[in-house]
Each structure stands twice: as C-alpha cells, then as structure tokens.
C-alpha cells in the first residue's frame, strides 16, 4: 500500500516536472536543439573522415540524443533544489508529510525522461535529413536498455541535485560539467581512443554504462547485459549516496535556519 | 505677466565630447560589473575557463578521431570560438538585464549620447572575449600541438581582436532584441551553437552544403577564423588582410544593426508606455 503511494506519486511528479520542463526555452533548447545541431556537427565530422558507411550515422545520433539527456540531467537535476528555493516552495515540500525525497525522485525522473524524448528528435533528424537507417541487433533488449539508462541517470540527477545545492550558483557548475562528461563516457569518441586514465572515471559514471546499453542493443554484436546490470548498479549507489546528502543538507538547513535562503 | 526665461546652458563641443567619453568609458565599466552575471569568481571560473577547457578537448578528441585531422585544427576553431560566451553572453546580458534589473527607464530617461552608451558597453566584453581566446590558444598550444608562426603573431592578433568585436556586435544585436524577450540567453544560446556549425570552427567551410556555407559568410567569425588559421600557418597582411577588412565589415554591419534596433525600441517603448513591461 505504501509502495503503491510512493510509485503514484513519483508519477506525477514526473510527469508534472516534465510538462514544466516543457514551457522552459533553455530546456527545450538543450534537449531538442543542441542535439540536432551536434548530430549534425557529428554527420559532417564523420562523413568529412570517410566514415559514414553502415551503422556510423546511427552510432552519431544515438551520441548526441544522449548528450541532450545529459544536458537535461545536469540543469534540470542540479537546478532541481536550488529552483525550490527561488519559487519559495522548498520549505512547504520539506514541511509536508510526503517524504522530499521522493518528491526529489519525481522531479529528477522528470528531467531525465524529458532528456529521452531528445533522443527520438535526433533519431528523426538522422532518417530525413541524412537517410539514416532505423534498425536495432537486438530490439527485444532494447526497452530494458532504455528503462536501465533512465534509471540510472534519475538517480544519478538526484545525487546531482543533492551535491550541487551546496554550491551556490549550480548553472556555473553545470556549464562546467557538460562537455567532459561528454567526453569520458564516449558519447561521441570511443573510450578506447581516450588515455587510459580516463577509463576507471568513466566506469563509475551511468552516462557510459547508459549508452553502451543503448548502443549495444541497437548496434552491438551482443547483448548488452553487463551495461545494464551496471546501470542497476549504479543507480542503487547513487540513490544510497544522495540519500545521505540529502538528509545532511536539509539538517543542515533547518540548523542554519537557511532552508529558504538563496 | 512676464515670465522669466532663463538662458539655455550652452556646452561647448569638447565639453560634450568629454561627457560622451565619460559615458564610454565609465559606463562602459560599470554595466560590465552590475549587469554581466558572469562577473564573479564563482561563475566566472567554471563557465568561462572550465567550460571552454574541456571544450578545446572534446572537440579535438572528437574531430581528429572522426576526420583524421590534427588535433590542433580544431583546438584553433575552438579557441576562437570560445571568445563566443564572453562576447555574445555578456554583450546579451549588458543590454538586457537594463530591463530585467529595473534600470532601463533611468538609463533612458537621461539625455546621455545614445552611441557613446552604446558603443562603451563593447569595451569590456571584447577584452573578455580576447582574454578567454588567448588562454585557451596557450592551452591548445601547450597540450593539442598548436603552432604559431612567430613572423605572424601581430597578423593572428588583428584578426583575433576584429573577430571578438564582431562576435560582440551580434551579442549586442542579441541584447537589442531580448529587450522584447522574455529569455534573451535563448537567442545566445543559438548564435553560439550557429557559429559553431556554420562558421568552420570544426568542419571547413568548403565541405558543407551550398546554403551553409551561405549563412556562414553572413554570421561573424567565419572571415576572421579563416585569417586566423591563414595567419598561423605564417600568412602576413598582405594575404589575409581582405579576410580581416571584411570580418571588421560584418562586426561593423551588426553593431549598426544593433544600435538602429535599439534606438527603434527605445521610440517604440516611449511611445507606447512599455518602457518598464516585462
């Protein structure tokens, strides 16, 4: 019955963030837009290297839709927080007797499940603008791929959403972030061509093991089930992990008397 | 009844010139630290020194793994298109925020020259812009293998200042038009993204489509990255100097642009008492 609740509520929440996220130019922006344009980037780079033939075009949309679903992650869930605060609404949410982090789940869940609907604009940009064949190796596995990444960067987002609260102006720490994320979970480059070093950052990030779940069941020779199980992994950690941030900020708000505070 | 009248004070034209260079300069000064967001430490550093780093680096990983070219073609386009954020973000932002910060109807209620205001808000963002592009040039020659022909430093400087300015002057077209806006960083955000896909900053002009190619020799920084590259591998003015003129043309065009739209809203708000709408 509890879990009923909680499962309703996350629900609603989500999709209450996502309809917000939808009236939002910037989000609309970085998650329809920006991939379209580093898709393209992206067709251009490859075909520019010869490098267009069977499945490279598919490989580069999946990227960038991927890379929105970053973006969104980041803005959407570092902001999450922070936005409450500005809206006034974050003493009545951590006031009521719903649990906050629930609510925080919904809303991260939000941002990141808007992130995916980038991936289908892109996928659409690739067919009719450059003629890019929609196929997966292994479309049985694919929904779980999806529902995997989606997880996994949901709890991701709210360990983003806990940490970067702490700083005072989360957008700076998202224009930061974007870019390298992009670039050590091989959304675009194969972590193979990146130094080694790089590797053991990329393994405890869920964009790396979200794509490869993706990739590998719509363009892999196998299926994907270490990706996903990863995803799992990981989400479980990051949600134990900002579960305890979270309880830390808000203790330390309500101590500080600066829960409304910007 | 008589009425007094009072002799209208009379300003000599140096008088008027210094006053007009007082509203440049000082103005100019102030508007960069009241009303660029950015201006503070703590943004500052990850938006315009972090973001631009891993950029230079994202952008040379991807390119040299998808086209087999040097690294260091596309840390340059990047380097220079980094100066984008500082130029077309707080060019936006100096304009702008008069509105959203409730400053607009003073600003526009004082008789101040209305070009020298204008004209003073460039200032700082260009050097802001030079400032962002210079490090990461010295990051992309440090790390990404960039070589600058020593004989063509001088030439590289020219067309990275014009190529700042006129990425300045669409940010200040940008700021004229976010006045109506309800998000103006929106419109940034697009001049940003257009540079980079259409100007050459990472695929060379010659290799997209005809009408691309089009809207990149209309954007800003298409002729100035071109000299800058030029430049680089040891061209002098003699070869790059028409890149130059006309990049300093097309900063030129859009600052006019700007100014005209900004004079055209400031009659139209006037007129219609929307002055301090938002």
Redesign the interface.
């Known amino acids: 019955m509890e879990a009923a609740r909680a499962a309703r509520q996350i629900w609603a929440i989500t999709w209450f963030n996502v309809r917000m996220l939808l009236a939002s130019?910037?989000f609309v922006?970085i998650t329809f837009?920006?991939p379209l344009?580093f898709a393209?980037?992206?067709f251009?780079?490859?075909?520019?290297?010869g490098?267009t033939a069977g499945q490279t075009l598919l490989y580069v949309a999946l990227g960038a839709g991927m890379m929105g679903v970053w973006s969104t992650t980041l803005f959407g869930c570092g902001g999450a927080i922070a936005w409450q605060r500005w809206e006034g609404t974050l003493e009545l949410l951590v006031c009521a007797p719903t649990r906050y982090d629930l609510i925080l789940v919904g809303q991260t869940f939000g941002a990141v499940v808007f992130g995916f609907y980038g991936i289908v604009a892109t996928l659409a940009w690739g067919v009719v603008l450059f003629g890019m064949p929609i196929e997966a190796t292994f479309p049985l596995v694919l929904p779980l791929s999806l529902l995997a990444a989606i997880v996994s960067l949901g709890a991701l987002g709210m360990l983003i959403a806990t940490s970067f609260v702490l700083?005072?102006?989360a957008n700076?720490?998202g224009?930061?972030l974007?870019?390298?994320i992009?670039?050590v979970t091989g959304m675009?480059?194969?972590l193979a061509?990146?130094p080694f070093w790089v590797r053991p950052i990329s393994w405890v990030l869920a964009p790396t093991w979200g794509m490869e779940a993706i990739r590998g069941a719509t363009i892999g020779a196998a299926p994907p089930l270490l990706a996903i199980a990863m995803c799992f992994v990981l989400a479980v950690v990051y949600y134990v992990a900002a579960r305890y941030m979270l309880v830390f900020v808000l203790d330390k708000a309500r101590r500080d008397a600066t829960l409304s505070l910007q | 009844m008589t009425a007094a009248v009072l002799p209208r004070a009379s300003a000599s034209p140096l008088t008027g010139l210094r006053t007009a260079w007082r509203i440049f300069w000082y103005g100019g000064l102030m508007s960069y630290g009241m009303l660029f967001n950015?201006a503070r430490p703590?943004?500052y550093i990850?938006?315009l020194i972090?973001?631009p780093t891993?950029?230079l680096?994202?952008f040379a990983?991807?390119?040299s793994?998808?086209?087999?070219?040097s690294p260091a073609y596309f840390a340059i386009g990047n380097a220079v298109q980094v100066s984008v954020l500082a130029g077309v973000f707080g060019m936006t932002m100096a304009i702008a925020n008069e509105r959203w910060f409730g400053t607009l109807p003073a600003i526009l209620a004082t008789p101040a020259n209305r070009a020298a205001l204008f004209a003073g808000r460039f200032l700082p963002f260009v050097f802001n812009g030079l400032l962002v592009s210079i490090y990461a040039l010295v990051l992309g020659i440090v790390f990404l293998g960039v070589r600058l022909q020593t004989s063509s430093l001088a030439v590289v400087g020219v067309a990275l200042l014009t190529t700042v300015f006129s990425c300045t002057a669409i940010g200040a077209l940008q700021g004229a038009i976010s006045l109506r806006l309800?998000?103006g960083?929106?419109g940034a955000?697009?001049i940003m993204?257009g540079i980079?896909?259409f100007c050459g900053v990472?695929?060379?002009l010659s290799?997209?489509p005809g009408w691309m190619q089009f809207v990149g020799q209309l954007l800003p920084f298409t002729h100035g990255l071109q000299a800058i590259r030029q430049a680089a591998d040891g061209a002098g003015m003699g070869e790059v100097g028409g890149l130059i003129l006309l990049e300093l043309l097309v900063g030129i065009a859009y600052a006019v642009a700007a100014f005209a739209l900004f004079q055209l809203l400031e009659r139209s708000a006037r007129r219609n008492a929307t002055l301090d709408v938002r």
């Open positions: 130019e910037f922006l837009i920006a344009i393209t980037l992206g251009f780079l490859f075909r520019s290297g490098g700083y005072r102006h700076a720490l224009n930061l974007e870019y390298p992009w670039l675009l480059v194969p061509t990146l | 950015w703590s943004i990850p938006t972090g973001g891993f950029q680096f994202f990983a991807l390119g793994y998808a086209t087999n070219r309800r998000d960083l929106f955000n697009l993204m980079l896909l990472n695929i060379p290799e997209l």
